[in-house]
């Protein structure tokens, strides 16, 4: 019976560890995502743009309405190539999040928020989803998809 019942503590003890290196690793999983999720916007730059690639997945999938009701889908390096000439038109350009939403899996997350951008000081509004996956180079943007509010 006693070696029943140190058994019994032994097994609680492993198990309690164990669900201490997993809330540990969930807390340090949310921590990586909203690190991505703020160099989204901090490094959305024209100096930053090269860095600002870097948090994406090469194979990303970048998906909005058009105005002739189509979807419109482009790729990496499209997406950013078109960041980079609006960059070049030297206007002020810049986007803030606002009421975001983290849903955390195992390892992946999905990211929903309100944004902001700003053109020359003019704000137009929308809709944002991010979602990104963890793998060997860390987390990653695989996929994103906006729109713009009705003006």
């Known amino acids: ?25 969930a807390d340090s999983a949310r921590a990586a995502v909203d690190r991505v999720v703020a160099d989204y ?9 090269d860095r600002w690639q870097t948090l994406f997945h090469p194979d990303v999938v970048v998906a909005f309405p058009a105005e002739d009701d189509s979807i419109t889908t482009r790729g990496l390096s499209e997406f950013v190539e078109r960041q980079r000439n609006y960059f070049a038109t030297g206007r002020r350009i810049s986007e803030r999040l606002e009421n975001v939403r983290v ?41 994103v998809l906006f729109s713009y509010d009705k003006e």
């Open 41 to 49: 916007i901090d490094l959305y730059a024209g100096p930053t743009l």
């Open 1 to 25: 019976m006693h070696e029943a019942l140190r058994r019994s503590s032994l097994i609680f003890l492993v198990m309690l560890a164990l669900a201490g290196l997993q809330a540990a690793h």
């Open 103 to 143: 849903d955390m899996g195992r390892r992946i997350a999905r990211v929903s928020a309100d944004f902001i951008f700003i053109d020359e000081g003019e704000e137009r509004a929308g809709k944002l989803g991010l979602h990104l996956a963890e793998g060997r180079e860390g987390w990653k943007i695989v996929a």
